[in-house]
Structure formats: structure tokens, C-alpha cells
């Protein structure tokens, strides 16, 4: 229950063990990068806690692979999360495809939880325990990629 006294709905991830995941705590001004993506041809779960105090917010690139990626972007004063699949690989089959999608998510005491799963031609970021959820297609060019936060 909300703190106005309505309900609102949580989604969860249903998760398989065999699915490569990486736990990481950062202060958004932190720079992380890894390679779990190059070795699971485009297949992990990244479990992020990001600490957004004294920051503006953050880019966080997945299925990077040279000039084409997805960008996941927080805005601290706006409070919100965008992921823009404007570079992600194959777009221009649809006017509508490349596109940023936003929402808005409110971080907890400086803090944003964010739980991502990549799965090959879907990003799926799950926000503070599945409060704000956001799914959207991607058709990246190569089988292997990396991440990184900047």
C-alpha cells in the first residue's frame, strides 16, 4: 500500500539460475565496466544499487559494441529513467523504433535500485524492487557485447 492509501502493483523477475548475474554498489559517478556480456553472448542479469548522492545522475550502456548500444539514463532532479534504443543495432525497419523511452522513478535516500536482464534482443529494468518496470525490444548486430556505467 501506498502512503495515500492506494495500491499499487510490484513486478518481479522470475530469474534462472543459469542466467549470469552481476551484484554491483556505485556511487553514480563511479565508472564500472565488464566484460559478463562477451562471455554470455548477450545473456546476464545486472543487479545495481547507485548511490546518487552529489551526482546529477548517470548513463549506463548495455549490448555496447562499438558505435551500438542501449542507454539506460537517470536524471536526479527530474526523477527520471530513460532507455534510449536509438543506436541499439537494427532500427531503421520502422519509423517507431528507434526511440527513448522514459518513466518516472523516485529514488529512496539517494539511492536506485535497479535490476536488468538481457536477454539477447530484450532489455528488461526492473526499478526500486519492481515498483517501475519497462521492457522494450532491441536487435543488436553482434553476439557479444559489454556494459559500463559512466
Known sequence: MNDNGTFKLRQKPLIS??????????????????????????????????????????????LKNKEEYSKISYDVLSETLSFDRTKSGHVNFSEQFASIEKMQVKQVNNVLTLDIIVDKSSVEIFANNGANVLTDLVFPRNETSSFQIK
Open 17 to 62: 539460475s543459469e542466467i549470469p548475474t552481476n551484484h554491483v554498489s556505485l556511487k553514480a559517478n563511479q565508472a564500472f565496466s565488464s566484460k559478463l556480456a562477451k562471455i554470455n553472448k548477450n545473456v546476464y542479469r545486472l543487479v545495481l544499487t547507485i548511490d546518487l548522492k552529489n551526482t546529477k545522475g548517470f548513463d549506463l550502456y548495455v
